[in-house]
């Protein structure tokens, strides 16, 4: 015999422990050559879409993320019609109306209603000039009509509907169990 | 049968024998009596070899002289152990200890063994003088037991043989042969009393006349046995010992067989045909051994070397999101992608670019003041009329007015229709009651933007 029963069993034990020692380190270093494929591939995604996120912010913004509040709204009224020295009086009320969802897109159309009466074309263009100058908000329907009893001439009613757009994306619906 | 030789370790010197074509030849070794085994055993090599030896094992016979031997009860003895167990009979049979000896046993039936030895060192220096002039040794008999096992081969019911040195008669061999196994064994030098007291001995324990061969042993010795009535002598061609083992020696190497005592065991072993792999698996085992310590060490290594590599990754990963998200919070870095595609999917919803539409101000109704402008800019200035009402919207412009006439109400449609912003339908006219003039109303659907005509100038 080459070697004893005694010497054979050794021989055998180490060689499989060494073995899996050997299997082990293989399996340790594959999951960590793993991982690091993972974080190159993490990173490069990531660096990808921060360059995109950059170029994004210096896109203009079309749509918020938001319903417009009230306060907000009055303030931009307030300073269209100062810029336009069209006194607020003549504005008979300010009727928000429901959000729409432009068809299966992820954004909602808000319209506001403002009603004016007694004023003058000038009056009413530069006024909703001044508050379309934000892109966010847009004239979207205007009616001139000529004003019921003791008007002044050169004088109209205005009917205008602001509309801006919020960024809504629909939220998925679960799956039933 | 040539090819197979056997060398007779005698003193004062060694013999060589072989068969040849069935006859058995055989030779002293010259040299001095005092030579050194080393010296015997290259000068027995020098002698094989003019005979034709070309390797192989070779037989050692020893003399009888060089054993010790004795009969010892086996039937009580152990199974685990067994040898052990005989040897130690045998060290109480004999002045010898067991460490000093090497020793064989062959069962003789009735709970008896015999038992033979010599000393180890001596077989030692003698085997390692053959090996070390290229003679590897096979088996170690005793002389007296092979031809012993020749006499039985012939004459297979003979219960014992008396061995002489030839006319000499200086040395006897008595074997007493129970079966085909030696069970006892003496040897007596030069007495032939204590001799015949043993051969008479024997004869007397059986019933039956003792069937005696005699061999070597000169012829006063025959006559004698003749005069034992209980002795039946058996006739035997053979002249001596040295014929009968050497013949004996021959067969055990032709065939293979296993002698009835073989000293080459325990620490005089044969190396067994697979030790001159010995070497080099013992090599090839630790070269496995290293490779798989090397291998893990440097599989070890390699692991670290990626994992740092990963936590390098994951830190360039964390920065780059801080940059690109400077307001937000930490997250795992397993979620930073999704964090910052989440970002990046607002960033592109709050710039229009969420449907992937090419012009995200698609998504922005045109404005009402640019229709308003371009209504008014349209209108004929040549022309006396009144617009009641002016309703803009997305998809239509509906005008409502008064004319001084139909043509006139036509014309002011026809003005916008020139214009090419829009597509007017024919105005609806009615006169009005109580004064001139009449009343118009048409619609109007903004063109296109992009099959508009150009128009210069800023508006």
Redesign the interface.
């Known amino acids: 015999m080459i070697l004893s029963r005694r010497q054979a069993w050794v021989c055998a034990i180490a060689t499989l422990s060494l073995l899996s020692l050997a299997v082990w380190s293989y399996g340790w270093m594959r999951e960590q050559k793993v991982a690091a494929h993972h974080a190159m591939a993490d990173l490069r995604a990531c660096q990808r879409l921060a360059a995109e996120i950059v170029a994004l912010r210096r896109v203009p913004t079309i749509a918020s993320t938001e319903t417009m509040g009230v306060k907000e709204l009055g303030d931009r009224i307030e300073q269209a019609s100062s810029r336009a020295r069209l006194d607020l009086s003549t504005l008979e009320g300010t009727f928000p109306q429901t959000a729409r969802r432009l068809g299966d897109s992820p954004y909602l159309q808000k319209p506001t209603q403002l009603a004016f009466r007694g004023v003058t074309l000038s009056q009413i263009a530069a006024f909703l000039y001044h508050i379309g100058q934000d892109a966010s908000l847009t004239v979207s329907q205007l009616r001139l009509s000529t004003p019921r009893g003791k008007a002044a001439a050169h004088t109209w009613d205005a009917q205008a509907t602001l509309t801006y757009l919020i960024y809504s994306p629909p939220k998925k619906a679960r799956k039933s169990l | 049968m040539s090819g197979h030789f056997m060398v007779i370790i005698a003193c004062p010197r060694w013999r060589v024998a072989r068969v040849v074509d069935g006859e058995v030849e055989a030779a002293t070794i010259d040299g001095e009596a005092d030579a050194t085994v080393e010296q015997r055993a290259d000068v027995a090599h020098q002698r094989l070899v003019d005979w034709g030896y070309a390797g192989g094992p070779i037989l050692l016979a020893l003399a009888s002289s060089s054993c010790l031997c004795a009969t010892i009860g086996t039937d009580d003895l152990e199974r685990g152990g067994r040898r052990q167990a005989m040897g130690y009979r045998l060290e109480e049979c004999l002045p010898i200890s067991c460490e000093d000896v090497i020793a064989d046993y062959v069962e003789a039936g009735h709970g008896q063994a015999l038992g033979v030895c010599a000393e180890t060192e001596w077989l030692r220096s003698i085997v390692g003088a053959f090996e070390s002039v290229g003679v590897p040794v096979g088996p170690i008999c005793p002389l007296a037991l092979l031809a012993a096992a020749d006499v039985l081969e012939q004459h297979p019911d003979a219960g014992g043989v008396l061995i002489g040195d030839g006319e000499v008669g200086r040395a006897y061999d008595l074997v007493e042969l129970r079966g085909d196994r030696p069970a006892r064994w003496w040897w007596h030098t030069a007495d032939h009393a204590a001799v015949w007291t043993g051969v008479a001995g024997l004869s007397t324990e059986s019933d039956r006349p003792l069937r005696l061969a005699l061999l070597g042993c000169p012829s006063l010795v025959r006559d004698d046995a003749r005069s034992i009535g209980s002795i039946e002598l058996i006739e035997t061609e053979t002249t001596g010992q040295d014929t009968a083992g050497t013949r004996h020696a021959a067969r055990l190497l032709a065939h293979g067989a296993l002698p009835w005592i073989d000293l080459r065991r325990g620490a005089l072993a044969a190396p067994?045909r697979?030790?001159v792999?010995?070497r080099p698996?013992?090599a090839l085992?630790a070269a496995?051994?290293v490779l798989?310590?090397c291998?893990?060490i440097a599989?070890?290594l390699?692991?670290?070397q990626?994992?740092a590599?990963?936590d390098e990754?994951?830190q360039?990963?964390v920065a780059?999101?801080r940059?690109?998200?400077p307001d937000a919070g930490l997250v795992d870095?397993?979620f930073?992608?999704r964090r910052?595609?989440s970002?990046?999917?607002?960033?592109?919803?709050?710039?229009?670019?969420?449907?992937g539409a090419n012009d995200?101000?698609s998504?922005?109704?045109a404005?009402?003041?640019e229709?308003?402008?371009d209504v008014?800019s349209g209108l004929p200035q040549d022309l006396r009329f009144?617009?009641?009402?002016?309703?803009?919207?997305?998809e239509r412009i509906i005008v409502d007015g008064e004319a001084r006439s139909h043509i006139e109400a036509e014309r002011i449609a026809g003005a916008l229709r020139q214009t090419g912003l829009f597509e007017v339908d024919p105005p609806k006219t009615q006169s009005l009651t109580g004064h001139e003039g009449v009343s118009f109303l048409f619609s109007a659907k903004p063109v296109d933007p992009g099959t508009r005509p150009k128009e210069g100038g800023r508006r």
């Open positions: 067994g697979y030790e792999y010995r698996v013992l085992a496995v051994v798989l310590v291998a893990s599989m070890h390699h692991g670290r990626y994992a590599l990963t990754l994951r360039e990963q780059v999101y940059q690109a998200t870095v397993h930073m992608e910052l595609q970002v990046k999917n607002q960033l592109a919803g709050l710039g229009g670019r969420a449907i995200p101000n998504l922005v109704p404005s009402a003041l229709h308003l402008y008014i009144r617009i009641l009402d002016l309703d803009i919207q997305p």
